[in-house]
């Protein structure tokens, strides 16, 4: 590798599924890390964020729901981790909920949250991230975020 090739941005890219019922979105309960969140991890190399996505949900879920569309490219570093760019699709309708088997590793439990209680369950920027992803799919568009806020 040369040295301008140290100089590109190398991100760590992660896709999350968004369920929406109402005014209410889908959040996981994980047992490590800040909490709440939606389904979804971290792409594994060669692995596209649609694939990812879906992957996630089935191994988080037990459930197979491919993606629908994206609504959310967020741009969010953070100094732990560096770049990082985080995907949010739109999944469909979750369905029958009895057929959900979560991920006892990773998570204890899961709960539909109206899109304006969002802060009292999430870290701020994911907050801001689910309510542009909840914006998008009711205005059936892409939005684009640096740090979970709309960007030009």
């Known amino acids: 590798m040369t040295g301008q090739e140290n100089q590109f941005a190398r991100a760590r890219l992660a896709a999350g599924a968004l369920f929406v019922r109402g005014n209410e979105v ?4 994980k047992t490590y ?4 969140d939606i389904p979804g991890g971290y792409v594994e190399p060669g692995e ?6 879906r992957r996630e949900v089935r191994e988080e879920l037990g459930i197979d729901y491919p993606p629908r569309r994206l609504l959310v490219h967020d741009w969010a570093p953070s100094q732990r981790e560096g770049d990082k760019i985080l995907y949010v ?3 469909g309708e979750l369905g029958d909920e009895q057929t959900i088997e979560l991920q006892g ?3 204890d439990r899961w709960e539909w949250v109206r899109v304006e209680d969002l802060d009292d369950y999430t870290i701020p920027r994911l907050a801001r991230r689910l309510r542009e992803a909840y914006l998008a ?5 892409v939005a684009y ?3 979970g806020e709309p960007a030009p």
């Open 137 to 141: 799919y009711t205005e059936c568009c």
């Open 145 to 147: 975020l640096e740090h």
């Open 48 to 53: 596209s964020p649609t694939a990812a996505c």
């Open 89 to 91: 699709f739109y999944c």
């Open 33 to 36: 890390g800040n909490g709440w």
């Open 26 to 29: 889908f959040l996981v309960h």
């Open 105 to 107: 590793s990773e998570l």
